[in-house]
């Protein structure tokens, strides 16, 4: 079915067009580069996978509850909205929320495709450009998978949220090399990490556990990939170059802590736009949800040297100021780690299944 008929709000034009500004640069110097980012780069390419293949698509999904959320994670819950849904309604929403979580992801993972590709045109080094090319190939994996997973499983999507179209806009349109490393590696990536580490660790349905596990152990190289060029990078600019991008990302980071609410939800329940934002606002899991969701940005921003006063200041303004001081290395050994624990404990009960009917088909043999 096209993607059109299942989106529950009018998504506008199919097309959405960002106009291109920048260099495309070319280097004729074809030594080994950096090592750290030539081991990423090895890395890379041995990690690549197969979404048709190393995900179990065969495992069933309930499209009313595909995330097995708890009642009192729904903003809706207490309230007297709640009081006067029906089981199926409460279904239903459900299904609409988490339609709406994985349709961010999916637009998001097809503007870090785009970003990457982006990066490989504009970088000024060879070593970047050839890591650049393994993400864009993971990218374009994520967004299938998550665009399977919604057709297939879930069989609705919702368009992309203003706030982040407008990051992306704002990513794609700036001429400054460095700008699409910022906003996706960064932000946009640095965001989804934490949502999607949320969901993996709460959620006890089997096939979303794994996509996202499986996704987040890419996402783990390409946040060190944003690291890694943007440290070098930035310790050659001015302080005025620096405050600049600053502001771009004290803006972004707005940008996506309004990106949360969901309200496209509430609103298809019968809810005005004003009420929906309030009752969103006052979910003590939102809350929560915020604090963590910054926990992979923070010290990522810390650590590629943009921390003036002006950014410190919107962090405690946003209450998330302590993240600066997470172990960003430890949770990224983790998000591989969990991964490659799900693939052996898969393969594990896979190859007990296959000893089991090999040993009740040698039985039956003998029993002929």
């Not at 993996?200 to 979303?208: A, G, N, S, V």
């Amino acid at each position: 079915m096209p993607s059109h008929e299942l989106y529950a709000n009018d998504p506008g034009s199919p097309l959405w067009q960002v106009p291109a500004s920048g260099a495309a640069r070319f280097n004729w110097e074809y030594d080994d580069g950096r090592d750290r980012l030539l081991a990423l780069y090895q890395k890379g390419k041995d990690k690549q996978w197969d979404g048709q293949k190393r995900i179990d698509w065969d495992l069933e999904v309930d499209p009313y509850d595909p995330l097995g959320t708890p009642d009192d994670v729904l903003a809706l819950h207490d309230t007297p909205y709640w009081a006067k849904m029906t089981d199926r309604d409460k279904g239903e929403l459900r299904r609409h929320y988490a339609s709406w979580q994985f349709s961010q992801f999916l637009h998001g993972e097809q503007g870090a495709m785009v970003c990457a590709a982006r990066i490989v045109e504009a970088v000024p080094d060879l070593d970047a450009k050839f890591y650049s090319a393994t993400q864009t190939m993971d990218e374009a994996r994520h967004a299938e998978i998550y665009g399977r997973f919604l057709h297939e499983k879930i069989g609705m999507l919702y368009p992309i949220n203003d706030n982040l179209q407008s990051l992306l806009g704002d990513t794609l349109r700036d001429s400054r090399w460095d700008m699409p490393y910022l906003g996706m590696q960064v932000l946009i990536e640095g965001l989804a990490l934490a949502a999607f580490g949320m969901i993996r660790d709460t959620t006890d349905k089997p096939l979303p556990k794994q996509i996202l596990a499986y996704v987040m152990q890419d996402e783990a190289r390409h946040v060190a990939f944003g690291r890694m060029a943007l440290r070098d990078y930035y310790k050659q600019l001015t302080d005025a170059e620096l405050r600049e991008r600053e502001e771009f990302v004290i803006e972004g980071c707005y940008l996506m802590r309004d990106r949360l609410r969901g309200e496209e939800v509430l609103e298809n329940f019968g809810i005005a736009r004003d009420e929906a934002e309030e009752l969103s606002e006052r979910s003590p899991f939102l809350q929560l949800f915020r604090q963590l969701l910054f926990s992979r940005i923070v010290p990522c921003v810390r650590d590629i040297g943009l921390w003036g006063e002006r950014l410190q200041q919107a962090y405690v303004d946003m209450g998330v100021f302590e993240m600066g001081n997470s172990n960003l290395e430890l949770l990224m050994a983790q998000d591989e780690e969990l991964a490659e624990r799900l693939d052996a404990e898969r393969f594990a009960a896979e190859e007990k299944a296959r000893v089991a009917e090999v040993g009740e088909a040698i039985e039956a043999g003998a029993e002929d």
